[in-house]
């Protein structure tokens, strides 16, 4: 709907007057599925790092609202919808504990209604939640699975946003050129998506990949910057995850 042309356009006034009289319409029409989802909708507007408008704790009240009145219907699909929603609001505040659990309950949810997208999502959160408790390991195995899921779709928001994790995890392993080349990819392939989300990281996560062009210098960073610009996403994909684990 309009609200969310708007948000997408980040036009935060206008998404946020659609989303609001979206609600109070829900309501006067006692419409519980439909608040619950008008809700959810709404909170977003509160969530993430680019709005002005960002306000962590009604994005909970928001969302804790919708996750009541999903469940009053019967909608899992919806309540696991919120369960991440509120995942990635302790991801945000760096709860990484309270993150990880809430994406395997709304994972476990997605994979129960066969809804391959949302898990690609609640994998993504998982991951860096793993990569926030220091389980490198696990990251790597949600994060994966992850990229394969986006990969699949051709969705190249979430692929973005993997080669992204893939890169701070080389980051965290000191493996820093691997880590410039999948953050200049993933900054390749957000140009292309049309999306900011990888440009909005340092908002949410403590971690940046580029923080390694202090010990590389320049020249070196921009070699390997311009490597990773240079991949396909095809490429970038293969090279994040090896088919080949000797490569």
């Given at each position: 709907?309009?609200g969310?042309?708007?948000?997408?356009?980040?036009?935060?006034?206008?998404?946020?007057r659609?989303?609001?009289?979206c609600?109070?319409?829900?309501?006067e029409?006692d419409?519980t599925?439909?608040l619950?989802?008008?809700?959810?909708n709404?909170?977003?507007?509160f969530?993430?790092?680019?709005?002005p408008?960002r306000?962590?704790?009604?994005t909970?009240?928001?969302?804790?609202e919708?996750?009541?009145l999903y469940?009053?219907?019967?909608?899992r699909?919806g309540?696991a919808?919120?369960?991440?929603?509120?995942a990635?609001?302790?991801l945000?505040?760096?709860?990484?504990?309270?993150?990880?659990?809430n994406?395997?309950?709304a994972?476990?949810?997605?994979?129960?209604?066969?809804?391959r997208?949302?898990?690609g999502?609640?994998?993504?959160?998982?991951?860096?939640?793993?990569i926030?408790?220091g389980?490198?390991d696990?990251a790597?195995?949600?994060?994966?699975e992850?990229?394969?899921?986006?990969?699949?779709?051709?969705?190249?928001?979430?692929i973005?946003?993997?080669?992204?994790?893939?890169s701070?995890?080389a980051?965290?392993?000191?493996?820093?050129?691997?880590?410039?080349?999948?953050?200049a990819a993933?900054?390749?392939?957000?140009?292309k998506?049309?999306?900011?989300?990888?440009?909005?990281y340092?908002?949410?996560v403590?971690?940046?990949?580029?923080?390694?062009?202090?010990?590389?210098?320049d020249?070196?960073?921009?070699?390997?910057f311009?490597?990773?610009?240079?991949?396909?996403?095809?490429?970038?994909v293969?090279?994040?995850?090896?088919?080949?684990?000797?490569?």
């Amino acid at each position: 709907g309009a609200g969310g042309v708007t948000y997408w356009m980040a036009d935060w006034d206008a998404a946020t007057r659609y989303y609001e009289e979206c609600v109070e319409l829900r309501k006067e029409m006692d419409d519980t599925a439909g608040l619950a989802e008008a809700l959810y909708n709404l909170s977003f507007v509160f969530a993430l790092p680019p709005s002005p408008r960002r306000d962590l704790d009604r994005t909970l009240e928001l969302n804790a609202e919708a996750l009541e009145l999903y469940r009053e219907v019967g909608d899992r699909r919806g309540e696991a919808k919120i369960l991440w929603q509120i995942a990635n609001i302790h991801l945000i505040r760096n709860e990484w504990q309270q993150c990880r659990e809430n994406s395997e309950k709304a994972l476990e949810i997605f994979r129960d209604v066969d809804d391959r997208f949302s898990s690609g999502w609640a994998l993504h959160s998982m991951g860096l939640a793993w990569i926030g408790l220091g389980d490198l390991d696990e990251a790597h195995t949600a994060l994966t699975e992850s990229l394969e899921l986006f990969s699949g779709a051709n969705d190249l928001t979430g692929i973005a946003l993997l080669l992204n994790d893939f890169s701070i995890i080389a980051l965290l392993t000191d493996d820093l050129e691997r880590s410039v080349r999948l953050h200049a990819a993933a900054l390749q392939a957000e140009r292309k998506s049309g999306q900011g989300l990888v440009t909005n990281y340092e908002g949410y996560v403590p971690w940046n990949p580029a923080s390694s062009r202090e010990r590389l210098g320049d020249a070196t960073y921009e070699r390997l910057f311009a490597e990773g610009e240079s991949m396909s996403v095809e490429e970038a994909v293969a090279y994040a995850v090896p088919r080949d684990a000797g490569a």
